[in-house]
């Protein structure tokens, strides 16, 4: 424990003389930087060098390239683009006809905490015995072997947000995920990602707790529980962080209390962990950034933006992302305003768009959702591209969890999570043929060896098959 | 000979208030459905909510509308095999939701007919994407058999209560299990016994009074209700994934001469040559390919077009109804992982018309009443919307409460001057 301490008090002064140097009023401490629980054990492999030619090409960041070529080298982007040099021994990808775009990215997943076949002894997805378990995290219930993640990474989903469900009004912490077979969540862990934080809105906190005659049982104590929350928050990351200063000052103090739900929501105020807001209304979302701003947090994403079409104007100016779906509506009453050019309204005033899934199938076909949401804002007028709706389910994805300086993106220095496609993305008749992560071949359509079955599908049908 | 007899038919309905204009849709790709398949640069005459003629060029005296559609694709109105539209408007908001209950005297006999709410948002929702009829069938429930449903049109003008049933629905395997103490076998032995007593029943029924002290099952009123599944007038449609169940329920129609038609069917690609021997059609999902449940683990996206090569009838449906209309992305899966694509879209069209008994629907061709979607590309495809709908012979609006609302917010400029609405 000493040992964390001096850590605690070296990394603070390291902080402090930056922090100074920076003239940023807001100290970047954390109770947890020292320990860092449950790290990440992912680790690629080497791979071989490749190019992929003669493709055409979505940069996942507003560009179209045709006829292009992508060159990886250990694992990363090289370079992107026309008549490019490669080595004479690269692994070389003919890709005419065929499409690339980045690795696709789900950011609303329930994969491993909600997974198939769906029997109760597995619903780990959703800690509801009170309404505020911000101290839970998701990738304690993750168990790899879903069947469900295999399915995906053959839709071209290379990394997933798993997120703790909507039951409470502070669900708990999400975690992203590199989508590879691995024994252990750490294993698939991507490097470096941060947490995020679950929060909900409306209708699903209120009746769960509401239903057991407890707080909240209606929207405006959704909101208080939101307040008084923050509040104590509030409090504890102030007592930690003037305790680090002095400590830091070379003062003999007393450890304050730990306390698992309150460091997770002082690490949010830091701004260490994003916030994902499941929130469906107009005037919830407006209420929430009012929230926000209240305590000095920062809404990274509202999840289920059912009415952002609504406050498009207001997500842009806030820098708030909106995920969506492209048709799902009428399941709820706060799902009652759908429209069908939702992203595309949000896209056109300038703001975020993000198409998720929430869902099993729906993850597996994103380019289908991405392109329905795209055809629906066209036909009403607007003329987007395959090149602007990629941004939806990578790019845009990739910023919300904050990994846009890693992934997202077909351009230099990236990591290499890439998808050949038979075709056009944007159509129903197109495939996978192939998908990398970390320029690792980890799904080839026309090759049974280069498909990962789950330790869950072996032998499950048939002793002797796999289920696939 | 048979347009002269429909051109005199067509004379008796200008009688009745009818609200069908007479239209001419030119050039356009006709997918006919029939044994003509795909006609490119096609016209179809519309009369009276009846196709009059198809064919290229065709010239028409009377005085008609003319729908261009040039570059544009022409198929039936869709209709979705299995759905609770009009039924169901928020689906957690219980007091909109009609399509289950928790009585138990009511099971076979439940015929969810009067409940039907023709105002229901859903259905322009539905109807602006090309689909033009739904079945509409009973959930949940206390008993195996679940009730009886029926075929609506999504028309915008008389919308048509039918009454007429068209199925028995029911369930087997996890769902089955669950309502028959928690075992299949006893769940086997319900839907058997349910049809012996039935048969006993419609053979006995004149010496049964009420007050009468019989010992059945089911009640006589549920009993009463399978006579139309023991006389083949309407299908049994049962709602079961596992392979080896399906081969039960096989067994069970067989023993009793029913019409037996198996609804979600995960592992029907497994027993495809026994439900092609058997003829029994298939209601299914084709995007449906997660093993949510251990009945369903060999659940996969070819299922469909391994059910098709092995000679099964297909109907598609998502299993949804605020978005039933999705079942044309179901259809485009089905034809990326290896089915003909006029085999999806019989699927969605002419092959549930035959399932379940609807006359005059489901082709483009001479007779057949105008429900007709003008696509503006290909009906498969995900980017592709439609551009116009005929129900009957009458153009619908293309106007839902979501378009509405898109056209309220589309500029959030004097926003709050919206809330005026001429």
Known sequence: MSYIIAFLRTLFVILIVVVLSACDPVPESSTEVASQPFESTYNPPTTSSFLIEHATVLTGKGKQLNDASVLVEKGVIKSVGNNLYAPANVIRYNADGQWVTPGLIDVHSHLGVYPSPAIESSEDGNEMTAPVTAEVWAEHSVWTQDPGMPLALAGGVTTFQVLPGSGNLIGGRGVTLKNVYARSVQGMKFPGAPHSLKMACGENPKRVYGERGQAPSTRMGNVAGYRKVWIRATAYRKKWDDYLAAIGAGQELDEPERDLQLDTLAEVLRGNILVHNHCYRAEEMMIMIDIAKEFDYKISTFHHAIEAYKIADVLAKENICSAMWADWWGFKHEAFDHVRENAAMVNKAGACAIIHSDSDIGIQHLNQEAAKAMAAGNKSGLALQPKDAIAWITSNAAQAIGIAEKTGVIEEGKMADLVIWSGNPFSVYSKTNKVFIDGRLVFDRSDDSKKTVSDFELGILAPEGERR | ?422
């Open chain 2, 1 to 422: 000979m048979t347009r002269i007899l429909l051109r005199i038919l067509c004379c008796f309905l200008v009688m009745t208030p009818v609200y069908a204009k007479d239209y001419l849709i030119k050039n356009a790709t006709l997918h006919t459905l029939t044994s003509t398949g795909v006609i490119k640069n096609a016209d179809i005459y519309v009369s009276d909510g009846f196709i009059m003629q198809v064919g290229r060029q065709l010239s028409i005296r009377t005085k008609h509308q003319i729908i261009d559609a040039t570059n544009k694709h022409v198929t039936p109105g869709l209709i979705a095999a299995w759905s609770q539209i009009g039924l169901e408007e928020i689906s957690a908001a219980e007091s909109t939701v009609d399509h289950r209950t928790t009585l138990s005297r009511y099971g076979a006999s439940f015929n969810i007919a009067p409940a039907l709410n023709f105002k229901s948002t859903l259905i322009p929702h539905n109807r602006t994407q090309g689909l033009t009829r739904a079945i509409v069938a009973p959930t949940e429930g206390e008993k195996l058999y679940q009730g009886m449903g029926v075929a609506i049109s999504l028309s915008n003008i008389q919308p048509e209560l039918s009454q007429e049933v068209i199925a028995q629905f029911a369930r087997y395997g996890d769902q089955g299990a669950k309502i028959a103490g928690g075992s299949r076998a006893a769940a086997y032995m319900d839907l058997d016994l349910a049809l012996q007593e039935a048969d006993y029943l419609r053979n006995n029924r004149s010496q049964y009074k009420p007050g009468h002290d019989w010992h059945f099952s089911l009640s006589v009123g549920d009993l009463d209700s399978l006579k139309l599944v023991l006389e083949k007038k309407i299908p049994l449609v049962v709602h079961v994934h596992r392979s080896d169940d399906i081969l039960t329920l096989i067994n069970l129609a067989k023993k009793h001469h029913i019409r037996l038609v198996i609804r979600g069917a995960a592992e029907a690609w497994m027993v495809a040559n026994e439900l092609a021997l058997a003829k029994v059609p298939v209601i299914i999902d084709p995007l449906m390919n997660i093993p949510s449940s251990f009945e369903s683990l060999a659940i996969k996206l070819e299922g469909p077009a391994m059910l098709n090569e092995a000679g099964v009838k297909l109907s598609f449906s998502n299993m949804s109804s605020h978005n039933a209309y999705l079942v044309r992305q179901s259809a485009g899966n089905a034809v990326t992982y290896g089915l003909p694509a006029e085999e999806a879209i019989k699927a969605m069209t002419i092959n549930t018309a035959e399932i379940f008994g609807i006359k005059n629907y489901g082709t483009i061709e001479l007779g057949m009443e105008a429900d007709l979607v003008i696509w503006d590309g290909d009906p498969l495809e995900v980017t592709s919307h439609a551009d116009a709908v005929l129900i009957k012979g009458v153009k619908q609006s293309m106007v839902s409460r979501a378009s509405r609302l898109k056209d309220r917010f589309w500029d959030l400029s004097n926003i709050t001057n919206k809330a005026y609405v001429k």
